[in-house]
């Protein structure tokens, strides 16, 4: 246990110790996710079972699920889904940079930075608001990748209150209301902090119940006729998904192959890089039977 920052830089040890050892040589894509996968399980562990974010000294933000995010920029790993890469810098961006090439001085402080035509790397540490809520990043500009955790579950409440019957948020953008409410966007300024508080470690945070699954609602990506890289969409019909989920819900360690959103079907990126306490009740959605059959990380590795 120690810092966030601590923490996150275990990460890219794991990954060192990986490459020297040669976990990557000559693997199929499918290894190399879990190579990776196993070089972020102990900071996730660490980071869902030991500690927590305080917020203006008021507020507890606890994580019941957190999703990995990986792309090398110059190797083999690619997540095409991630934002903050370079295949997803805006050409209007480039554009203007380019138009300005000669008076990059002039420019706003974020066009200076992208004027390589390239997104700057995160300090380690950073949070990153986007469109589908928050991630911590842990980018690594000498090793050329992007990594972040997003903050796929959670619950926050005062920190007097340690009522354990507190529900978790599974909507991940549902963060940016309970940030605001708590005065982090305000003219007072804010005070977040990792926390790490034996006493507050309860009964339901277990090394024990660490999970994997596949991360939610992301799919795998192909490429197109203008070879660019697009979600993978699917021909089924409802009854074809309803019997792969009831198939899927009876079955151990073994998740659903697509995911409806809004009216097209997708095929799932099935790298286990969901990381989730088993059995956190949330708020809206029973528990999927995936979610509880799958095997804690810690008698996997036994």
């Known amino acids: ?6 923490i996150l830089k275990q990460f890219d040890v794991a990954r060192i110790e990986a490459i020297n050892n040669n976990e990557f040589n000559g ?6 996710y879990r190579v990776i996968a196993k070089c972020f399980e102990t900071c996730a562990i660490d980071i869902l079972c030991n500690g ?9 933000v606890d994580l019941g699920a957190i999703e ?7 190797g083999d790993i690619k997540d095409h889904i991630m934002y903050h890469t370079n295949e997803h810098l805006p050409e209007s961006y480039k554009k203007i940079v380019k138009n300005f090439k000669d008076r990059v001085s002039q420019l706003p402080v974020f066009y200076r930075q992208i004027a390589n035509n390239e997104y700057p790397y995160f300090e380690i540490g950073s949070f990153n608001l986007h469109q589908s809520g928050i991630d911590v990043t842990f980018e690594n500009p000498d090793g050329k990748y992007r990594a972040s955790f997003l ?13 354990n019957d507190i529900l978790y948020d ?6 940016y209301d309970d940030l605001y409410y708590s005065g982090v966007l305000s003219a007072k300024g804010a005070v ?24 939610i609602n992301v799919a795998e990506y192909r490429k197109n006729e203008k070879d660019k890289y697009e979600k993978s969409d699917v021909k089924i019909t409802d009854n074809e998904y309803n019997e792969e989920i009831k198939y899927t819900e009876s079955k151990k360690d073994t998740f659903p192959q697509y ?12 790298r286990l890089w969901q990381f989730r306490i088993k059995g956190i009740q949330e708020i809206g959605t029973p528990p999927n039977k995936f979610y509880e059959n799958a095997t804690p990380i810690s008698f996997q590795n036994k």
């Open 1 to 6: 246990m120690g810092t966030l920052i601590d």
């Open 52 to 60: 927590y974010f305080l917020i203006n000294n008021e507020y507890v």
């Open 259 to 270: 995911f409806k959103l809004w009216k097209k079907y997708y095929k799932q990126d099935m």
């Open 68 to 74: 990995l995010y990986y792309h090398e920029e110059e």
């Open 170 to 175: 599974p909507c991940s953008s549902h963060l």
């Open 192 to 215: 977040i902090e990792w926390r790490v508080d034996k006493e507050w470690v309860i009964d339901d945070k277990k090394v024990e119940k660490v999970i994997q699954c596949p991360r």
């Open 151 to 163: 903050i796929r579950s959670y619950r926050m409440y005062k920190k007097e209150d340690r009522n």
């Open 27 to 32: 693997k199929t894509d499918e290894d190399k």
